[in-house]
């Protein structure tokens, strides 16, 4: 039972001292979460939009490598089938 008093206690205490300590409204402060959150989400979208970018171009190396090499192994091998190696 003493526990649940220092708990609330305490709770109480830190509240009280939050709301006398803060530095600005609770208004203000919602204003700057809103703020904060609307440039992180524009942000993240950028940063989505060049890893998609970044992706897309990877994807096209990896196949024009592929083809180089599918085409370069089918040579060899149509070279080595025939005895001219």
Do not use: A
């Given at each position: 039972m003493k526990f649940v008093a220092g708990l609330l206690?305490?709770?109480?205490?830190?509240f009280a001292a939050g709301l006398l300590f803060a530095?600005?409204?609770g208004e203000a402060t919602r204003a700057q979460l809103t703020e904060q959150g609307l440039l992180l989400r524009d942000r993240s979208l950028g940063l989505?939009?060049?890893?998609?970018?970044?992706a897309n171009e990877a994807l096209s190396q990896?196949?024009?490598?592929?083809?180089?090499t599918k085409e370069?192994?089918?040579?060899?091998?149509?070279k080595a089938k025939s005895g001219q190696l």
């Open positions: 206690l305490g709770f109480g205490l830190g530095p600005q409204s989505s939009q060049e890893l998609r970018q970044r990896g196949r024009e490598i592929y083809e180089r370069e192994l089918s040579e060899r091998y149509s």
